[in-house]
């Protein structure tokens, strides 16, 4: 079940290759009746999309929607909902080298032995986070409506690119790693706004369970922290608690958000917090070392094609419609 | 499913409280014809349970297990693996008082809401930290597995206890949060050996998805990192890919191990290694503030009964188990 | 997931071995504050049992149920639901016999394939029908919070014993296969009462996919139809189809009831109604070819122990039960 | 997930409408390396197809194969296959009446209640048997793997249309039917040969639940019966038990086959053999009664647009295709 998010309610399917004809998505189980709000999709598609600045890889996709599915007359049906997003700046012959040279930190080397020598190699294939569009396009649909019917925010921002903060700095950050032919990270912090409290479960499909599941499906993440996540490591209980008041409305409320809105799994009415890091982009034009698979010998690898010096900016809005997707399964299943 | 992990083959249950008759736990979907080693299981049992020495709580319980199913001669037949273990040291009067004011940072008070009242909140109920005790029988059934069968070795050790280094230096740390009525929290370093390459899948099964799904059903986790982790936010591709080469064995090795053994989700023959972080114990005995959840007005609390300073050395078996049903799922779906 | 029932909201889970120390079964995902009507639950449970008249089995066991969690002052709690159901008239030895000559149309020799001859052979172990108390407890909790919170009844009758209708002549016709050291089997009509239009799921969740499922897996059951059955093969469409009016108290009603309560997979609001096919109990005390499967001989085989010259009154509570946990699934899915 | 069929390694996932702008399928853990062999694909989606014969609707779809993702140099790379099929010949003018006034024994009626009126009513929509091309492209694909990797073959025949049995009769049967606005149904009987033995599971996995399970799934399915179904409840045990022998090849068999080819839910080696039963078409000619839904008032309707007079020779490749998907996939998880 590799390609399906199996949320409780919510199933989405994510298909194709970053250099095959298409890639898409379907959602089961997405609610009837909801009109879709194509201009958010188109914000948020476009947040994710290549932007041609110099901060981004020059690969040019428009991203034209075609939903075949699970619409009628403008709203959602209940059937599933299938988009299909055609690949048009393809340039497969700038893949060729890779077959048999795996890119370090790349899913080639791994993805060679998993299937046997028959994956689609060229730009990761379906292990692209071209990929993610699609995600994009599901969880767009889930925030819209998590905004219109649950009246729920994500908001995700960058704490920092490569250690730094602030936003001009961190630009400055990345086009200095493209200078040097390299490429850099960085931090996401994400809210879930006005989450009502006791929504979740416990043991194993926990808040944290799910969110940390869904988020590692997305490309280079390679940690997540809940609240003041590994910060609590140094810290006392009796400060770390968050305790209680109510407050000048009657509404329960803690004097601290540690746990990042989530107890026992289970949200505790403060907005879900949580950090992911994102690893720098293993494409870089640095010459680097790598072996030949077939011949078991030592090689030499520069990578050519395009690529981002940093996907921060482009994974971001990847996490809020990731987190939409599980915050709306959670509530669907209330 | 909240109290059933979902693995491709192994489907692992949960079930009871912690202060009702018994807790326990069901495999379904292990191997046939694996003799069980109670030596082995006995030992990790022993190394989750509270042991009365001064870094513990006093609740004394000696977790006999009870296979009441799965096993024939010996051996396991391929049928549900039923383990039942009883509750003999209750106190549960101890817990009356958290009936209506939710002790902070505890499942207390979503579990009411998401419960409606009906939840057992004696020490947690069904959250109780006590049900890892199922998890770590079934998990050790598995590590056993693991290592006579795949010859993969599954290692924890603390790296730190509220921040500090080195054994004898954090048990002081543990015995002053004690004798101030606080608590303290940690970080375990984990490590999986022996690991073959090309397991593993794509997006929402990738390594990182499950493990991290898994490690956040244990109580008091709060973050998870894998590899490098937080660290590549701050560093440069150049710096982070970790490289191939062909050792002396032919065998393909990379120099470092910055991605913690998974690339694409995959396993690339290193060790897969993570790091997860411990947040202090919420119960201490210091006064706290909370509420009453039927007056709606604010009180004090202060939790009597048995709980640990310190829980970070009983999760530690806890997440080397954990570990072990994710590493045998993705192995035996392979 | 052989041993798990797998709805969207409850997973019922069971274990045990005819002749091992316990069966029993575990609900995952039942509502929280109901209270248990016992009384129920051991009218249903002793309709199951072994009688010890003329017309079943001499095997004795008195089905105590040993719930261990997820009650509290007398409710569920929300939690899992483990209910333990000791073996006590266990008498294994009868069984040596079969360990390497299969019983005819019993599992014995398939499953020996499948474990590879470490499964437990004693009366088939986890396949024996013995296993099916536990999936009446789990159902006629179901059927109770049917009745109770929905309304709806299940209500199941014979109707025929080796072709042969009528409570006298059926029971003749057990008494009389009985004396001649054979069995017989029969049909069993189930009907779904005051089941709301609208529920269930189109394809591969339609109410018929998911009951067949569900029944099929009641051993000896070996043919379902829903209404009219195979004889719709012999119908025109302006016979079979159902056609609608308006009754008097305003309630959209068919004038017919030949698809029994379902189209296109979802309740119409008329009676769900299906008939199931029980085959004659394989174990008979006649002399039977067999083989040896150690030594690749023709053998021939008596069966002692003690066996049902009908099952078929037996199976009537349990696919009661079954199916109220595939009702009771649909309505909490709602 | 009522979209979406999951098998234990296979997944398959359906969606479209009749007459929205295209329907399609995506096959989730489908094996690597497999060369797709397109004749043998045509084949099963040409029986499927409607033919423009008499016997079968003026419906004209060339069903033309758009496979987007999965494949790579004519093979199937291990990641998710999407096929799409667009409708080229609709006339959704046809059934704008249908919207208020249900068809007799079709979805519209239940449907509209279950998507609250904004489910797409044109031609049953999500429902219509239009989206069996998608598992027929699906499960021809797993056919044609399991006869080439596993040498199993499925093969199924019509037994009777409208009681009758012989192809001229039969024939002859439909256009009676057809020339008096009306339709009938039949029998089909499919058999799984070469199956191996000692596949399957117990309980709620056998191979009897999870391939009703799919075949259920198929619009019109109203009963299945495996090996001699219900003709068992006719039957002594000892005419029903199949007995053993060793055969000159050394081979395990039975002598008969009652139980088509099922114990336990694992197979024994025989043949697995199981009968459908179709309904009459329920679009018919003739004037019916029926309903609507918004006024509440009895209504008369007469079913204008193209249908079949009789489905059956139609879906006899869907239950073959479909058999297959469930086949390999208990294959693929041994």
Same mark, same amino acid.
């Given at each position: 079940m590799s390609s399906i998010f199996e949320g409780s309610k919510l199933k989405v399917s994510i298909f194709g290759e970053s250099h095959g004809e298409a890639i898409g998505v379907t959602i089961d189980g997405f609610p009837t009746g909801f009109e879709i709000d194509f201009d958010f999709i188109r914000i948020m598609m476009n947040k994710r999309?290549?932007?041609?600045?110099?901060?981004? $890889? !020059?690969?040019? @996709?428009?991203?034209e929607l075609n939903?075949?599915?699970?619409?009628f007359q403008g709203k959602t049906t209940g059937a599933p909902i299938c988009c299909i997003i055609y690949n048009?700046?393809?340039? $497969? !012959?700038?893949? @060729?080298?890779?077959?048999t040279t795996p890119r370090p930190s790349h899913s080639d080397y791994p993805a060679h032995l998993k299937y046997k020598g028959f994956n689609?190699?060229?730009?990761?294939?379906?292990? !692209?986070?071209?990929?993610t569009a699609g995600l994009v396009f599901a969880g767009a649909l889930c925030m819209s409506m998590l905004q219109k019917r649950h009246f729920i925010k994500i908001e995700s921002n960058i704490k920092s690119i490569h250690g730094i903060e602030g936003d001009e700095a961190m630009k400055k950050e990345i086009l200095s790693a493209k200078d040097s032919k390299d490429s850099v990270g960085g931090i996401i912090e994400s809210h879930v706004l006005n989450m009502p409290a006791g929504i979740g479960e416990p043991w194993f499909d926990s808040i944290e369970s799910r969110l940390s599941h869904m988020i590692f499906s997305?490309?280079?993440?390679?940690g997540i922290e809940f609240g003041t996540g590994f910060n609590f490591a140094s810290m006392y209980g009796s400060e770390a608690n968050d305790q209680y008041y109510i407050d000048d409305k009657d509404k329960i409320s803690t004097y601290t958000n540690h746990n990042g809105g989530i107890l026992g799994g289970l949200s505790n009415g403060m907005p879900i917090v949580f950090r992911t890091c994102i690893k720098p982009?293993?494409?870089?034009?640095k010459e680097q070392k790598t072996i030949n698979i077939t011949n078991l010998t030592n090689e030499r690898i520069i990578i050519e094609g395009r690529h981002d010096p940093c996907i921060v900016y482009r994974v971001l809005p990847v996490i809020d419609c990731a987190t939409a997707i599980v915050i709306l399964d959670f509530l669907l299943n209330k």
């Open positions: 999309k290549t932007n041609n600045s110099e901060l981004s $890889s !020059s690969r040019n @996709e428009n991203d939903i075949i599915s699970g619409t048009n700046d393809k340039r $497969s !012959s700038d893949y @060729e080298k890779i077959k689609d190699y060229r730009g990761a294939g379906h292990f !692209s986070g071209r990929l997305i490309p280079s993440v390679k982009t293993p494409s870089i034009a």
